[in-house]
């Protein structure tokens, strides 16, 4: 069992080879260990000091109060929790219905000139800045309308949740196997009642997503309500439904005050405290950032929880 | 599961179009609802006291006020909008802090109902805005901070004069232990530096530099920048100027860089604790910032108001008088309100503004210098003017 020299070179050859290749997978993991790292730090320093500057500013006052004026104490951020709540289901209102016919019509018909049209469009709709619908619907409706209100800021918003409602509803109906859809055509079904029972019960899971996402996006925006919902800090649903009820006005007389009235979000709150020369008003700034990123985050935190209960009901 | 939930989002889909469709119909009902009931009140009873033109109490919060612009006056609104419901609980008061220049454009398209303003409107802005009124409220003085780290802060404060503050602002007057300012302030003359001053200014456009350079025009001939809410300013040229966004950018740009100055409100100064010089004035005296000396140069000037009632109160010729103040306005439609209802409460917020002892004495807290009596006076009779459809809206 004599080993020939050859075989001697190979063996030390591979030992040199293998302390370099040692050596240099230790230093690359290390690179993109501490890159990684370096990517995470402003990630945790964000939220970490979000935390530490807006934690000490909530308590319950916080969520239930209206806000009260310079140098008095207490006071809270009510009016833009439910401002943010009512813009929220106005451009969901206003996005989601246009949003997905417009998908089904690009998923099954995306060589005709509509269909090129169409994603063209909502490529270019992604990339305009969000101060732009903020005119557009300032010219369109706020101008002609004499005043600002939650339904335009609402419009504003949902031209901005547009493109992602589109694109992902667009993206989760080509996911669907097509020999579904030639199965349920073959036993007869119309095409609206293959697309409504067939197509979109499938693709409903990406589609949920791809909603919260936009809905995740709109709720962040500040620059797009300067000109449509301006702000308002005396907003209170639960005083416009009382007083409503109190002089008995019909729920559409309700429905209109609540959405036909400047109303405020949490960042255009953020926006506007912050810029403040107050210390207290900077405080209740970063007492918003916080409550803004909560709320983001549940929303994604739902649409996980959500997309893995499907995902589950649809395998067991 | 799922099945609700697909039923759920078609629900939502069915209605959103029903809103849709009838959304752009039925959404000014509600508005222009009690407005018609209550517009033919008003005008078929225009003898009658702006009290009796509403017969039935409004419900509460039923009226809302919304205005916008100048943020300098925003902390003096917010308190008015917590004060007034308890006045009147008819109404709701929405002030948003948008900028001079944002509410002077909102109140000409028509889309508040009032807007706040420390610009004066040009020509062209009062054109566009077709019957702009503008109603003085408060004043406020305008303060150079600065940010020498060789003074003791403790000590005796800076001291300058206009025509000093003129060389600093055109960089003609570059260090700090420069002769004219050294001959301002013998006690501190020997620690003055010899070193290059920062010039900081605000970079949006904002009635504080609209009041602080025309300030300067009046000081001296050698300012030729203008006046106006945005400057091309000289020191910019030089070199040595930085621009802060807001108040509050020029305040973070003073503080952090050493040999620095800039101008701010004087509240701003006095609510966030920052050094501030005293000022030579046109009679010659070394004058502080304050409500007296504010309100001394509102004096100086009180029989110059033009009919819009704009004014403008830089170098006083009063003794007392603080060089660098301003008005802050409230713009409203003079004569082309069409909302009666609205109209007289609006009338009935800023007549509230202008006379409360309450509120006035709330603003003062806050830094704010009330009007003197002239010019509550002349602001008072103006507001007795305004007309709604041709008829007066404030008849007692």
Partial sequence: MTTTRFQELIAKNEVAHARRRRITNAVMLTITGLLTLLALVPLFWIVGYVIYRGGSTLNLDFFTQLARPLGMAGGGVLFSIEGTAVLTVLSCLFAIPPGVLAAFYVARNPNTPLGVALRFGTDVLAGVPSIVMGLFIYTLIVVPEKHYSAWAGGLALAILMLPVIIRTTEEMLKLVPHTMREASLGLGAPEWKTSLSVMFPAALNGIITGFLLAIARSVGETAPLLFTALGNEQYDLGTIVRGGIQSHQSLFAIIGRIINQPVDSLPLTLWKYAQQPYPERINQSWGVALVLMIFVLLIEIIARLYVESRKRALQG | ?396
């Avoid at chain 2, 917010?78 to 009147?88: G, I, N, R």
């Avoid at chain 2, 609205?342 to 709330?362: F, G, M, P, Q």
């Fill in chain 2, 1 to 396: 599961m799922s099945k609700f939930l697909r039923s759920f989002v078609f629900v939502i889909i069915a209605f959103s179009f029903l809103l849709a469709a009838c959304g752009t119909s039925a959404t000014p009902t509600p508005t222009s609802a009690p407005a018609n009931t209550q517009a033919p009140a008003a005008t078929s009873a225009p003898a009658m006291p702006a009290s009796t033109a509403t017969p039935t109490p409004l419900a509460p919060g039923s009226i809302t006020l919304n205005g916008s612009g100048s943020t300098f006056q925003a902390p003096a609104e917010s308190e008015y909008a917590f004060a007034f419901p308890l006045v009147d609980p008819a109404v709701v008061i929405n002030y948003q802090p948008t900028g001079s220049g944002a509410g002077i454009k909102a109140i000409s398209d028509g889309t508040v109902d009032f807007a706040g303003s420390d610009a004066v409107p040009t020509a062209d802005q009062y054109t566009a805005g077709k019957d702009l009124q503008m109603y003085p409220f408060l004043a406020g003085a305008t303060v150079l901070t600065y940010n020498i780290p060789e003074l003791d802060p403790k000590g005796p404060a800076l001291i300058l004069d206009g025509n000093t503050l003129v060389g600093i602002y055109n960089a003609t007057i570059t260090k700090w232990n420069d002769p004219a300012i050294a001959k301002l302030n013998p006690q501190i003359a020997s620690k003055l530096p010899a070193k290059q001053i920062t010039v900081v200014h605000r970079s949006d456009g904002s009635g504080t530099t609209s009041i602080f350079s025309a300030a300067l025009t009046s000081f001296s001939t050698t300012w030729t920048a203008g006046s106006g809410t945005t400057i091309n300013w000289p020191a910019d040229k030089a070199g040595n100027g930085v621009g802060g966004n807001g108040s509050s950018g020029v305040a973070a740009a003073v503080q952090n860089t050493p040999e620095s100055i800039g101008y701010v409100e004087y509240s701003y100064a006095t609510s966030n604790k920052l050094p501030f010089s005293q000022m030579v004035n046109k009679a010659g005296q070394t004058v502080t910032a304050s409500a007296d000396s504010t309100a001394s140069a509102m004096n100086d000037f009180a029989n110059s108001f033009t009919p819009q009632l704009t004014n403008t109160i830089v170098n006083g010729s009063g003794a007392g008088s603080w060089p660098i103040a301003g008005y802050t306005y409230i713009i409203i439609h003079q004569t082309s309100m069409t909302d009666c209802v609205k109209a007289s409460k609006l009338v009935e917020y800023i007549n509230w503004i202008l006379t409360n002892s309450v509120a006035t004495a709330r603003a003062k807290a806050l830094g704010y210098v009330p009007l003197t009596s002239a010019v509550q006076q002349l602001a008072l009779a103006t507001l007795g003017k305004v007309t709604c459809n041709g008829q007066p809206v404030m008849t007692h």
